[in-house]
């Protein structure tokens, strides 16, 4: 709804005391059905029916919606899956790393805990680079994002361009789909070779990450068309596009480190499962707030778009339809967490020669000695028994999924990647701190913008102990001593500061010693 | 220039910029002359095919330039604390915000002019202003530094340092090897200098691209009145700038023997290949892993 509209409804409506207007990033669509008449100016009709003449349809901003519910009623029980219950995390910790838009971005937090555990010290440069040094490691391990100092520029370039990885790890013995590049003025031949590989197809973005602008499984040329159609409506409009062959099985993140695979998450679409007694719409609600109390998925909740009425659609259901008990409700394809999917992980349960493909497939590559392996297959089966493909490898690999999967064990795959990283730079540490002492130095602009008090408040929070002082130099540092996750805490959040801070740079050093010890106080 | 001078002329001529870039070009060319085979894929980016893997390369970058090592090269004022740690000699500096202008002046001041102001995270040369004499050029050299960063995301940080005595030279190492060294007394002009360079200064440049993770290969800029002092006193230099995505200043000297930096790079990744190092070390998992972060687990 535009601004002028808003002020034209706040305008026929004496009694309208306020109106909430979508956020930069909320981008939800509120319609009204019937939808509202305009006259020859653009201006508002009044309607037939009494208010503003319709009923206002919100599904579409359901995951905007679904932050601000507050129903009465009782809540619905955890989401399951094959006996497993849903986990459950310490989210008031992982909330201090919670973005503008609701997601909680954990991955460069976690690689400075997993560094300052094993006794590293960590200098960190803004929120996504890490550097982490010992007295004996042979140089100094970085991470920038989730990409290392062994992740190759090159690499990049060729795990971002899917037809290009897919020659490599064709070359190299990996089994990948059949498909082929086109550009966008190409549609009739890309429906031609859909229709020529004679099975079910993908049509995906070149250069695309997330599941955007995926569409799987498309078996009817009208179908193909809409998927290649749809395209042009995203940002991947005038990009190249792939149609490759749709390899049927579940669709899995192998996270490999070095020559093991340290995690492994079955990724399901979005779905919901009825209950007998609720719509589609409410059913969606309540899974969406469970999807709040994972830091995974807490900013990604479920959304009622395009994709989700397609698919609605195709199982003639809408959004008022009331699922039988237990029956599964499909709500998208591509199974992604981002687009409303669950994740399991079932590294335990992973058949060996599973883990081999993806390894084999990471060392394909030249220039990746970590990567998010995207495989499709079934976990349980070995590569003899059915037909595995590797879809994509990623060099930077989200590992949230992996630390916080809605179910299933939770692999703390940061300590593996800090852990590679000073075996390739010559030195395994083997002790993990549970209490540190460190002493955090911290550049920027951090005087006089109310950085010792705001640290103050957090320490007091976390109960740690020590001091914080401004130096004449123009920065802050501070000695501290407390239990790994609390001193992590602040060490990790020291590099973002109250709102009027700008730190650049934050350097924290194990030390013997702090003082005082019964209290923080501010010099 | 290594292989047939003119037969890379010539190749240049037929495939830049049409077919593709000038780097990628060099490397094209350095690998075909080896007798590697070479798909290209599009202007930037061409696969190798060494003898027991296809290998990627993006202008000059292959995978031993990392991403950790190219974001470096455009941060400054990391690389001068990587170099410190290293005993390397860098120039006395300090980073300011750009809402901090005075701070900076007063930092200058202090320091004794001329100064240097560049910005701190950003590679190549934009917004770089050397020999700032007073306040007045300060504070305009301060501005130029960031808007240099247009909207490249981050913070505008801005490095001043004094400006170093001495001419500026080019050193390109490939590895633990010195590939070539380029004299640059004014901005135009590039003489090569590779064979008269004090092996003292070829270790430190060869010090300086180690001294940054993740990268085999770098072209390292430094100051010094020389690189050829006539005693064998230690001769004095100050680190300046390490850079990944340049074309080698001693592949086109204005003046002097060109050298062949690209066929270097590829030699490196047909002798030693920094990547496939890690294949050959297992990864063991911890020991003692606990719960993950964050997870409170239901008994």
Request: glycine share 10%; net charge negative; hydrophobic share 40%.
């Amino acid at each position: 709804m535009s601004v002028a509209a808003a002020a034209e409804l706040a305008a026929a409506l004496p009694r309208l005391d306020y109106c909430a207007l979508e956020s930069s990033w909320a981008k939800g669509t509120v319609t009204i059905e019937p939808p509202p008449r305009r006259d020859g100016r653009r201006r508002l009709e009044l309607g037939d029916a009494p208010g503003i003449g319709g009923d206002i349809v919100l599904s579409g901003a359901v995951q905007y919606m679904t932050r601000y519910t507050d129903g009465s009623q009782a809540p619905p029980p955890p989401p399951t899956y094959a006996g497993l219950t849903a986990n459950t995390f310490d989210l008031d910790t992982l909330l201090h790393f919670e973005k503008a838009n609701g997601s909680v971005d954990t991955a460069n937090p976690l690689l400075d805990r997993a560094a300052l555990a094993y006794g590293l010290n960590t200098t960190r440069l803004g929120r996504g680079v890490l550097f982490a040094g010992h007295p004996k490691l042979a140089e100094p391990i970085g991470f920038a994002s989730r990409r290392s100092s062994w992740t190759g520029v090159s690499t990049r370039a060729v795990v971002d361009k899917k037809d290009l990885a897919k020659k490599i790890l064709h070359a190299a013995g990996v089994a990948v789909p059949q498909g082929d590049v086109f550009n966008p003025d190409q549609s009739e031949q890309a429906v031609r070779y859909a229709l020529s590989l004679g099975v079910p197809v993908v049509v995906k973005p070149r250069a695309g990450s997330h599941g955007a602008g995926v569409t799987t499984d498309l078996r009817e040329e009208g179908d193909i068309r809409s998927a290649i159609a749809a395209l042009a409506s995203t940002s991947f409009a005038q990009r190249a596009f792939v149609v490759e062959e749709y390899a049927p099985g579940e669709d899995y993140r192998f996270l490999v480190v070095g020559d093991r695979v340290v995690s492994v998450v079955l990724r399901r679409p979005a779905s919901v499962h009825g209950d007998g007694r609720s719509s589609v719409l409410e059913l969606v609600i309540q899974k969406n707030r469970h999807r709040l109390e994972n830091p995974q998925t807490h900013g990604s909740l479920i959304e009622l778009g395009q994709n989700a009425g397609y698919w609605l659609d195709r199982q003639g259901l809408t959004l008022d339809s009331v699922p039988a008990e237990g029956s599964l409700v499909k709500l998208g394809s591509a199974g992604n967490i981002a687009n409303g999917g669950d994740s399991v992980e079932v590294l335990d349960e992973t058949h060996p020669s599973l883990l081999d493909l993806a390894v084999r497939a990471t060392q394909a590559i030249p220039g990746l000695d970590h990567s998010g392996v995207d495989l499709i297959g079934d976990h349980r089966l070995s590569t003899d028994e059915h037909r595995a493909v590797v879809i994509e490898v990623n060099s930077n690999p989200g590992t949230d999924l992996n630390h916080f999967p809605i179910f299933g064990t939770p692999r703390d795959v940061s300590t593996s990647l800090i852990l590679r990283q000073c075996e390739l730079a010559g030195y395994r540490p083997s002790h993990v701190l549970d209490r540190l002492s460190v002493r955090i130095d911290v550049w920027g602009r951090v005087q006089g913008v109310g950085y010792r008090r705001w640290f103050e408040r957090l320490a007091n929070e976390r109960g740690v102990v020590g001091s914080i002082r401004n130096l004449s130099s123009g920065q802050v540092e501070a000695h501290i001593a407390g239990d790994l996750n609390d001193v992590w805490l602040l060490s990790s959040l020291a590099v973002t500061g109250p709102p009027r801070a700008k730190p650049n740079r934050v350097v924290t050093t194990h030390v013997s010693e702090v003082s005082p010890i019964d209290r923080f106080e501010v010099r | 220039m290594g292989g047939d001078p003119q037969a890379l002329q010539r190749f240049l001529s037929e495939n830049v910029p049409d077919r593709c870039t000038l780097r990628s070009a060099l490397m094209e060319f350095a690998a075909l002359q080896r007798g590697l085979g070479v798909e290209r894929f599009d202007q930037k980016i061409i696969l190798v095919g060494f003898p027991d893997s296809l290998v990627p390369f993006v202008g000059m970058s292959g995978p031993d330039t990392t991403r950790m090592g190219q974001l470096v090269c455009g941060f400054r004022d990391s690389q001068r604390q990587l170099w410190q740690a290293a005993g390397l000699c860098v120039a006395p500096h300090a980073v300011f915000l750009p809402t901090q202008p005075k701070t900076a002046a007063a930092y200058a001041t202090e320091l004794g002019w001329p100064v240097t102001v560049r910005p701190a995270r950003l590679e190549g040369t934009r917004g770089i202003t050397r020999g700032i004499d007073n306040s007045k050029e300060f504070r305009a050299a301060f501005r130029r530094a960031d808007r240099a960063y247009g909207d490249e995301p981050g913070m505008n940080l801005v490095l001043v340092e004094p400006t170093a005595a001495g001419d500026r030279f080019d050193f390109y190492v490939v590895g633990d090897r010195l590939v070539s060294v380029t004299h640059r007394p004014t901005a135009d002009v590039y003489v090569d200098v590779t064979d008269a360079t004090h092996p003292r200064l070829a270790g430190v440049a060869v010090d300086a691209v180690t001294a940054i993770p993740g990268l085999a290969h770098a072209q390292v800029t430094m100051v010094a009145p020389t690189v050829s002092p006539a005693d064998d006193a230690e001769p004095p230099y100050i680190l300046e700038d390490v850079a990944s995505a340049v074309t080698p200043s001693g592949q086109f000297p204005t003046q002097g023997q060109p050298r062949d930096v690209a066929g270097a790079i590829i030699d490196h990744y047909l002798t030693a290949p920094r990547w496939k190092l890690p294949h050959s070390v297992a990864h063991q998992p911890p020991a003692d892993a606990g719960p993950a972060p964050g997870w409170l687990v239901v008994q």
